[in-house]
C-alpha cells in the first residue's frame, strides 16, 4: 500500500468548513460529442495507466499517522464519469452555471477521489469536459499528465482497446491498518538513523544542509511577522463556486517579456496585478501602495517523475504589486521580485517544515500535521492562490476531436474566495478563475480585466519597441 506523504494528507487536513480542496480542467472540443459509451470505454481501456484512480483512502485507527491508498473493490466507472446536457440555449452562460455545480460539493472520500463530466447540449458543434481530482492525489502538473494519459496527440482516432485485467487487493482490516502504522514508525526510526549516519559521514554537507534549512525557516517565520493585507478576497467563504476563463496567445506573452525581461510567469503574474488593480478600485479601495501576497505553487517534479501522482510541490510567497499604476513598471517590480525568491532559501524553509512533519508524522499527526498545513494557506501569509504551469505546446484530441481550450481550475482555502490558475497550451495562455459567487459576484469583471492588463502591457511593449526603432508587433 501506499502511504499519503505529509504534503498530500495537508489538503485533507485543510478540508474544513467549506473549503474543497479539489483541483481539476475544464475542457472544450471541437466537433460532436462522442458517444458516451465509446467515452466510457475509451477511458477505462486506459485505467491501468493511473492505477490511483480505482483506489481510495484508508485511514489507520485512532488517527494514527497518515492515511493510505487502497484498491476499492466496487470501483465502477459509471459512477466517476457521467454525461450532463445543457440547458437551452446551450451556450457559455449554461456552461458556466453547469461547472459552478459541479464544482461545489466536495468530492466523497469513501470513493476515489476524481470524476469526470463530458458536457454535451451546445448551440455549436462543441462538446466540453470538466475534470475534478482531489489535490491530495494530484499536483497541477500531474493532473496535465493525468491529460495526456487519457487523450491522443494524434487526431485519428482508432478503436478502443479492450481493458487490461484488473484484480484488486483486498482492503486491509483495522487491525491490517493498525500494523501498517507502527510500521510507519519503523520507518521513521530507520530515517533518521540514515540521516544521522550520513551526517556523521559528512558533517560539511550536513551542515551546509542544515544552515540551508535553517535560513529558509527563518525567512518563512520573517514572513509571517508581515501580513497580507486585509482585502475583500479574504473573508469566510460558502459552498458555491463560480468559474470564468480567459485566453490570449502564448506569443503576446513572450513579446512583452521580450521587450521588458523576465519570463513569462513573470508576464503572467503582473497581468495578474494589473486585473486585480482595477477590481479593487472598482470596489471603492485604493490600490496605491497596495501590495497583495500570493501563493504560488513551485514544482520540484523531476522529468522522470511525469506521469505519477501525489504532490511533488514547494511554496512561494509572491508578491503582486496592485500598488505599481504603471505597466511595464509592475512588470519590472514582479521579475526583480521573483528573482529574489528564487535566490532565497524560503522554498527551502517550506520544504524544511514539511520535512519535519515527515519526520514527526507518525507520532503526533493531530499535533503537527494540521497546524502546519493550516499556516501554509493561512490568510496572514496569502490574499490568495496563483499556479501557473506549462502544458503542452501541440494539440490534443479527444477520440478524433481537437482539444480547443483548456482551463485550470485551482482550489479556494479557507478564508481565501478567489484562485487563479494558468495553463500554456498549444500556443495560448488559458486563465481559468474560480470564486466563492456569495463573497465574488463580479467575477466575470475580474475576468474582462485581465484582458485589459494585458492590453496593457502589450500597447506598452510596443512602444517601446518603437522608441528604439523597433517595429511593434
Known amino acids: 500500500m501506499d502511504r499519503l506523504s505529509s504534503f498530500d494528507a495537508s489538503f485533507l487536513a485543510n478540508e474544513r468548513h467549506n473549503a474543497h480542496m479539489a483541483i481539476g480542467a475544464v475542457l472544450l472540443c471541437e466537433g460532436p460529442p462522442p458517444d458516451h459509451e465509446d467515452f466510457l470505454a475509451h477511458i477505462r481501456s486506459r485505467l491501468h495507466l493511473l492505477p490511483r484512480f480505482r483506489q481510495r483512502l484508508a485511514f489507520p485507527p485512532l488517527g494514527l499517522g497518515r492515511p493510505f491508498w487502497v484498491d476499492d473493490p466496487g470501483f465502477e466507472i459509471a459512477e466517476h464519469v457521467r454525461r ?16 459552478g455545480r459541479t464544482l461545489s460539493p466536495p468530492l466523497d472520500r469513501s470513493r476515489p477521489l476524481w470524476e469526470l463530466w463530458l458536457v454535451a447540449g451546445f448551440a455549436e458543434e462543441r462538446f466540453g469536459v470538466v475534470y475534478k481530482t482531489h489535490h491530495a492525489l494530484a499536483d497541477g502538473i500531474s493532473a496535465v499528465d493525468i491529460g495526456t494519459l487519457l487523450f491522443d496527440v494524434e ?32 520507518e521513521t526510526f530507520r530515517r533518521m538513523a ?44 460558502s459552498p458555491g463556486r463560480h468559474f470564468h476563463w480567459t485566453s490570449a496567445g502564448l506569443e503576446d506573452f513572450k513579446q512583452i517579456k521580450n521587450t521588458f525581461g523576465g519570463t513569462v510567469n513573470d508576464v503572467s503574474l503582473a497581468v495578474t496585478a494589473g486585473a486585480l488593480r482595477r477590481w479593487l478600485a472598482e470596489r471603492g479601495i485604493d490600490p496605491d501602495d497596495l501590495q497583495l501576497q500570493a501563493l504560488i505553487p513551485v514544482s520540484v517534479r523531476a522529468p522522470d517523475e511525469h506521469g505519477e501522482l501525489g504532490n511533488k510541490l514547494t511554496a512561494m510567497r509572491g508578491p503582486l504589486p496592485v500598488g505599481v499604476a504603471d505597466p511595464a513598471e509592475r512588470l519590472r517590480f514582479v521579475s526583480a521580485a521573483m528573482d529574489g525568491l528564487k535566490a532565497s532559501k524560503q522554498p527551502l524553509g517550506a520544504e524544511a517544515i514539511w520535512a519535519l512533519n515527515d519526520w514527526f508524522r ?36 479527444i477520440l478524433g476531436r481537437e482539444l480547443t481550450g483548456v482551463y485550470p481550475v485551482g482550489f479556494l482555502a479557507h478564508r481565501h474566495a478567489l484562485a487563479i490558475a494558468i495553463i500554456s497550451y498549444n500556443g495560448k495562455v488559458n486563465f481559468g478563475l474560480l470564486a466563492d459567487p456569495a463573497a465574488i459576484g463580479d467575477l466575470e469583471r475580474l475576468n474582462e480585466y485581465i484582458d485589459v492588463s494585458l492590453a496593457e502591457l502589450l500597447a506598452a511593449a510596443n512602444r517601446s519597441r518603437s522608441a528604439y526603432g523597433q517595429e511593434p508587433q
Open 84 to 99: 450532463v446536457l445543457l440547458p437551452p440555449p446551450g451556450g457559455e452562460a449554461e456552461f458556466r452555471e453547469l461547472i
Open 155 to 186: 487526431p485519428n482516432f482508432e478503436p478502443v482497446r479492450a481493458e487490461e485485467p484488473w484484480d484488486p487487493q483486498k482492503p486491509p482490516t483495522e487491525a491490517g491498518l493498525l500494523g501498517h502504522a507502527f510500521r510507519g514508525l519503523g
Open 194 to 237: 540514515r540521516w544521522l549516519t550520513a551526517a556523521l559521514r559528512h558533517p560539511r554537507r550536513a551542515a551546509a544542509g542544515a544552515a540551508d534549512a535553517a535560513a529558509g525557516l527563518w525567512e518563512v517565520t520573517w514572513a509571517l511577522s508581515k501580513p497580507a493585507p486585509k482585502v475583500p478576497l479574504n473573508q469566510e467563504i
Open 362 to 397: 507518525d507520532f503526533a499527526p493531530p499535533l503537527l500535521l494540521v497546524p502546519t498545513a493550516r499556516i501554509n494557506f493561512s490568510t496572514r501569509l496569502f490574499n490568495l492562490l496563483l499556479t501557473n504551469f506549462p502544458g503542452p505546446q501541440i494539440p490534443i484530441y
